[in-house]
């Protein structure tokens, strides 16, 4: 196995026209998660992934096993017969970002125990991704988390963490120093540039490169800056990512997109710049569709565009 996630996958309302939700009442339902997101980015560009959660055995939940199986990745998320599945709104206007509104309290999957992980489903991978969104939802979700770290740490294979921070999860409490702690635990480390100002006080690359990079586990880091590229390095090398160019509809999924392609390519063995553009274009072209996933690309597209390979028309 390449690559093992674990966190909350919701169904998503994502509405058919623009405007504030008190006026809508068309929506196509898909599904919605960033580790999800992640493991179906990675299988989209040909790596195997593995994903773990909880559902509510409910019609939503046989919904977003069947469409993330259906991409393609090895699913292991217990039915839940006590709580439901989670639910996210988007809500979307002309020319700004995207709004989100999540109904996920008290839902299935943020009741995941230690006890829904295998010791097995992790220790035959080469990297565990995973993002800060899972352990800030429950006590027990962050019992989870340290479990699958430990485990990975016991079997030495390697860790990604993208902080994801999501405001509306944390409510009126701090979990900088929890975070923190899991990114001084991380092999490779994806973050926002408003993310690293949130838990570090600065968006650097130099900086960040002198804190991270001195726990002495860090190998790879990314700074991503939206739609004005990112940053990627090691401990001797630094590298400007361009962004690709897209024409924008929904930035949501352009991070986990980002960080699939670029870990993909790490696995490959790909240069570090390489590895860089391979995120940039993966989360540019994520951008240009309603769902958090429907852009993603599959690795022929990857290659494609990078000039690779020819498109031969019939």
């Known amino acids: 196995m390449d690559f093992v996630t674990i966190g909350e996958t919701m169904a998503a309302f994502v509405p058919k026209e623009h405007g504030k939700l008190r006026y809508i009442s068309d929506y196509q339902v898909r599904i919605a998660g960033a580790e999800s997101n992640f493991a179906i980015g990675a299988k989209k560009l040909g790596c195997s992934a593995r994903w773990i959660s909880r559902v509510g055995k409910d019609e939503f939940g046989e919904q977003v096993l069947r469409a993330v199986r259906a991409e393609g990745v090895e699913a292991y998320a217990a039915a839940d017969p006590d709580y439901r599945t989670g639910l996210m709104f988007k809500e979307t206007s002309e020319g700004s970002e995207t709004k989100v509104t999540y109904y996920r309290e008290n839902s299935a999957a943020s009741h995941l125990s230690p006890d829904d992980i295998r010791e097995e489903w992790i220790a035959d991978a080469k990297i565990l991704h995973i993002t ?20 990975a740490e016991k079997h030495s294979v390697k860790i990604s963490f993208d902080p994801n921070i999501r405001r509306k999860l944390w409510k009126d409490r701090d979990y900088t120093e929890l975070i923190r702690e899991y990114l001084s635990r991380a092999h490779y480390v994806l973050i926002g540039k408003d993310e690293a100002q949130v838990l570090y006080g600065t968006g650097e690359i130099e900086r960040l490169r002198e804190i991270l990079f001195s726990s002495g586990r860090m190998e790879y880091l990314a700074l991503k800056d939206g739609a004005k590229g990112a940053t990627v390095a090691s401990k001797e090398e630094i590298f400007p990512i361009p962004p690709y160019p897209c024409n924008k509809v929904d930035p949501i999924g352009a991070g986990d997109a980002f960080d699939a392609a670029f870990l993909v390519g790490m696995l490959e063995g790909k240069p570090l710049s390489e590895c860089g553009f391979y995120g940039a274009v993966a989360g540019a072209k994520a951008t240009e569709t309603r769902g958090d996933i429907e852009g993603y690309l599959l690795r022929e597209e990857l290659e494609q565009i990078l000039g690779k390979q020819e498109t031969v028309y019939r």
């Open 132 to 151: 800060g969104i899972t352990p800030v939802l429950s006590e027990s979700c962050r019992e989870t988390i340290d479990r699958a770290m430990l485990i």
